[in-house]
């Protein structure tokens, strides 16, 4: 599950919930230009058992590359890929974090 890094639950907060969908959306198709971007010079193999192994290779290659660019994208935006009992404890643990200037500001 996607958490924030403040804690905050949709839940709560249903505001949150527009802002959670665009950063999803974003981090998505950024994770998709990567994937296809990261892949699109790998061999092709050669005959049909090399362009079956290639093919694999390549599908395996653009997940991982997805994922990870994913996971990063969220962090950027505050939102952490955890199992929901991880996240639960790790905000049970955490004190809350004072309001940064910036929020403060309206930038």
Known sequence: MWGRVDCKR???????KPEYEQALAICE??????GTAGTANMPGGYGMAGAISAGINQGIAEGNIRRSTTISCMAERGYLLKKKSEH???CAEAKP??????????A
């Open 29 to 34: 198709n950024r994770a998709i230009a990567a």
């Open 10 to 16: 949709a839940a709560d907060h249903p505001e949150l």
């Open 97 to 106: 974090l004072p309001a940064s200037p910036k929020a403060k500001s309206g």
């Open 88 to 90: 639960t404890a790790a």
